[in-house]
């Protein structure tokens, strides 16, 4: 399968725990994006890399979210002191062009 | 700002009637518009896009939709519905900001198709 995979599918954590997930594109994409979405909701736009560097960060990207994607490859989303209201889907995207996004399954987090 | 609606929660439909999603969005400039499906548990799908060109776009599994620049409007359609069919439906827009594009959705339409 040669398409957008992320790790952990689930995570279940407890508030105050950081977590990191782990977002793997398609190999020739060099547009990354992360989303996040809630029950009953579309995804909303968190953060933007092209190759390493991160060209735009959400301002739902609290200081206790951060994101890198280190030699433009794969990229990570670590949440510091999780929150109740951090419990998401957590989506991850890529696409080699400005046009169409090609999605990952995301993973699903529940702070307890 | 841009945004995007999605008037219904849910559309009903029988299996073999014609159906139709709606959406409506708002955008400074040329918008790019995007349809995606969810299935339960999965990522979203791409179904199809409009960027430029005809009207009328045709994407995977039968879909199309119908750009409309005055009432702003790019509704999904499909001429016989499938029990398959059955997901969830978000439409998304975006402008061309810095090279990328930062998909804008809605809040999603649930689409359940009857036998």
């Known amino acids: 399968d040669t398409g957008v995979s992320q790790d952990p599918r689930h995570k279940i954590t407890k508030r105050g725990q950081n977590v990191t997930f782990r977002c793997d594109p398609i190999?020739?994409?060099?547009?990354l994006y992360w989303y996040r979405q809630t029950l009953g909701q579309g995804p909303e736009f968190l953060t933007y890399f092209q190759n390493e560097a991160q060209l735009e960060k959400s301002r739902l990207l609290s200081d206790r979210f951060s994101a890198e994607r280190p030699k433009g490859s794969f990229s990570t989303l670590e949440i510091q002191r999780t929150e109740q209201g951090d419990s998401a889907m957590y989506l991850c995207a890529s696409s080699p062009t400005h046009h169409e996004q090609y999605f990952g399954p995301g993973t699903r987090l529940t702070v307890t | 700002a841009q945004s995007v609606a999605q008037p219904e929660d849910q559309v009903n439909v029988a299996e073999g009637n014609p159906l139709t999603v709606k959406c409506t969005y708002s955008v400074s400039g040329n918008p790019y518009l995007f349809w995606y499906v969810q299935y339960p548990n999965r990522g979203l799908q791409f179904l199809l896009k409009y960027i430029t060109g005809d009207n009328l776009v045709k994407g995977s599994y039968g879909f199309e939709a119908e750009f409309n620049k005055s009432q702003t409007s790019f509704h999904l359609k499909k001429p016989s519905a499938l029990v398959s069919d059955s997901a969830l439906y978000f439409c998304a827009v975006s402008s061309i900001s810095g090279g990328y594009n930062k998909l804008i959705f809605g809040a999603g339409t649930r689409l359940a198709v009857h036998p």
């Open positions: 190999s020739e994409h060099n547009r």
